[in-house]
Each structure stands twice: as C-alpha cells, then as structure tokens.
C-alpha cells in the first residue's frame, strides 16, 4: 500500500509538470512582453492587496495567528488551478470573438512572479516573522522501552526536542504518562517519518529490541535525508547486525558498544541500573552509557 501512495504521488507530480509545460507552450513570450507596466501593476496590486484580502476573508474564525496569515498572503503562489481556467477562459473567449490570449498571457505573469517572489523571498520573510522551522533540533527515538523513555527523558531536560515512535498501544501509553510526545505507528513507513519530521531534527535513535529493524530504520533515514547523527543499537557483536555493519551505513552504535537491551531495560526497571550523560570537551556531541549498580 505504502508503494502504492508513493507511486501516486511520482505520478501526480509527473502530470501537473507535463499540464504546466502543454499550458505554457500556448502562450507567446511577445504577449507577455506586451504587457508591460500595466501587467506587472496589475500583479503587484493581485499580490499585494487582493491576495491578502482573500487570505484574511478565507481564514476568519481560524486558529492561524496574525504572523501565520501575513506569510501565508505573501507566499500563497498561482498555480495549476489558474494555469488551466486561464486556458479555458482564453478558450471561450475567442470562440465568442474575442481575443482572449491577453487574459492567458496575464495569468502566467502572475503565476511567474508570485512563484519567485514566494521561491527567493519566502524564507526571508517566514524568519523575520518567527516562523522558519528550526532544523538540527531534536531527536527521534525508534522503540518505547524503559531505556528510551530514560533517555528521552535526559534529552528532554537538556532542552532536546524528543519524539518516540512505536507500534505497541501499551507502551505509547507508558510513555505518554512519563510527558514523552510519541507518534504511533511503524518507523519505517515513510509516511510516519515524514510526520516525525526527520529533516529538521539533530538525528534519530533506533532503540527497538531487534537490531535489524534499528539498522533498517537507520538506514531508511541515512538514505533520505543525510543526518550526522544515526545511532542504533547492535545486541551482539558475534552475529546479527554488527558494529562494523553500522559504522559502513554510515551510523553510530548507540553507548558505543553493543549491549542487550532486552537485559538492560529490565535492570533499569528493578533499578539495578541507571543511564548517565557525559560530555567530552574535545567531541561535543553528549553520549549516553548505562552502568550498572
């Protein structure tokens, strides 16, 4: 199913790209051109008022704070939509005699220059009024056990934003009473990573009790997005998924050595053991080991 959607989606990309390229091949470079001062006045007053206006009209009642409205009135682009019933329109027109490839050639200049105004400035204005999403913050932790919820719970009071994934209810539940935010469902579904928004966070955690499905999870993120820091935890160093298997992905072995987590977390649990965090001066990224009592 997951390939299924994935493949929808390449499709559905690939045919607005040809419908935006067999819509433009209609229009003239010199009726854009004809349109002079008066087109891009016209734009300006689109973008600048009436854009706004539509934005604050269609978003009265909602949630969206006066910041959140303001960026969506300057980066909401013409598209596709207007692409089309600007054809259509233009299509009508001439069949009642009139000349409709001036309406044609001022909705693709519109569409034109809302898209680089959005394209080369909309990250500028979405940090001048506070709303650029951080990156390099924050953590995603695969697996809900006694040890991840320590570990979540160390990160989240040096500040660390942390998100833990999993697909057992009872566990979810554990995690949530202890204040951990946590997205149910399979960490490797790209749908459920995509929701974790990985591409904004300091790196990931494969903590589940199989050491294969930590590599794989650590790999599917290596390969969509290039995070420094993927760890995973490796159960045995003899066979399964090995340390050198891990460093050759390109990840890190969580505690830095391979341990049963299996073991640990039922120390952790009879308080047998406790999770520590250190700081190195010359390596500045923090590391978690877990000693035992």
């Not at 650029?132 to 040890?147: C, D, H, M, Q, Y």
Request: aromatic fraction near 6%; glycine fraction near 8%.
């Amino acid at each position: 199913r997951r390939e299924l959607r994935d493949f929808e989606e390449e499709m559905t990309v690939l045919l607005i790209g040809m419908l935006f390229i067999l819509l433009a091949a209609d229009v003239q470079i010199v009726k854009l051109t004809s349109l002079g001062w008066r087109g891009i006045s016209l734009v300006l007053v689109i973008s600048f008022i009436l854009r706004p206006l539509a934005v604050f009209a269609g978003t009265w009642g909602s949630e969206l704070n006066l910041k959140q409205k303001t960026l969506l009135s300057w980066i909401a682009p013409r598209g596709i939509v207007a692409a089309a019933v600007a054809s259509l329109f233009s299509m009508e027109l001439e069949a009642h005699g009139f000349d409709g490839t001036q309406l044609q050639a001022m909705v693709f200049l519109l569409i034109i220059l809302t898209v680089l105004q959005a394209g080369l400035t909309g990250g500028i204005i979405a940090s001048l009024l506070g709303l650029r999403k951080k990156t390099g913050t924050g953590w995603v932790i695969l697996g809900v056990n006694p040890i991840s919820r320590a570990i979540a719970n160390i990160l989240t009071a040096n500040n660390e934003d942390v998100l833990c994934i999993d697909e057992n209810p009872k566990e979810c539940k554990r995690a949530e009473k202890d204040g951990i935010r946590v997205l149910y469902g399979n960490g490797l579904d790209s749908n459920i990573l995509y929701r974790a928004e990985i591409d904004s966070k300091a790196g990931i955690i494969g903590m589940t009790r199989n050491e294969e499905v930590n590599f794989l999870f650590s790999k599917k993120v290596k390969d969509i997005i290039k995070l420094h820091n993927v760890l995973g935890v490796v159960k045995n160093d003899a066979e399964g998924v090995t340390t050198d298997m891990v460093l050759e992905m390109g990840g890190k072995v969580a505690c830095g050595r391979a341990f049963d987590i299996e073991k640990w977390s039922m120390l952790l649990e009879r308080g047998h053991a406790e999770i520590q965090i250190w700081r190195a001066e010359i390596i500045k990224n923090q590391s978690l080991e877990i000693y035992k009592k």
